[in-house]
Nanobody, 120 residues
Framework: QVLLVESGGGLVQAGGSLRLSCTASGRSSRSIYDMGWFRQAPGKDREFVAAIGDSDGRLSYRTSVKGRFTISRDIATNTLYLQMNSLKPEDTAVYYC????????????WGQGTQVTVSS
C-alpha cells in the first residue's frame, strides 16, 4: 500500500501563490508510476489539474491552469509538488494528490486532500 499526504493548502488572496506538497510513503511507494493533482470544488465533480509522467517526465495541465501552475516531482524523496501562481477565486477547491501503481492503469492511490481558498 501507498500513503499519500498533502500539505501546503490555505487561504490566499487573488493573484497570490501557494505551493502544495504530496509525500508518498509505504512499502510500495517505490513502485509509483505517474503522479498527478486533481481538485474538487463544492458542488462540482473532481477534475484533473496536472500530471507528470514517471518514465518520460512528460507534463500535462488542465487548460485553465497552464502558465500559472507548475507540477514537479522529487524522485529521491517521493514528493510531488504543485506550484500555483496568479491564483484566481475559481481555483478554490480541495486539491488531491494521486498516483498510479502501474504504468498503464488509472490513478488508484489518493491523498486525503488539502483545501485551497482564493479570496477575491
Amino acid at each position: 500500500q501507498v500513503l499519500l499526504v498533502e500539505s501546503g493548502g490555505g487561504l490566499v488572496q487573488a493573484g497570490g501563490s501557494l505551493r502544495l506538497s504530496c509525500t508518498a510513503s509505504g512499502r510500495s511507494s517505490r513502485s509509483i508510476y505517474d503522479m498527478g493533482w486533481f481538485r474538487q470544488a463544492p458542488g462540482k465533480d473532481r477534475e484533473f489539474v496536472a500530471a507528470i509522467g514517471d518514465s518520460d517526465g512528460r507534463l500535462s495541465y488542465r487548460t485553465s491552469v497552464k502558465g500559472r501552475f507548475t507540477i514537479s516531482r522529487d524522485i529521491a524523496t517521493n514528493t510531488l509538488y504543485l506550484q500555483m501562481n496568479s491564483l484566481k477565486p475559481e481555483d478554490t477547491a480541495v486539491y488531491y494528490c494521486a498516483a498510479k501503481s502501474s504504468p498503464t492503469g488509472g490513478y488508484n492511490y489518493w491523498g486525503q486532500g488539502t483545501q485551497v481558498t482564493v479570496s477575491s
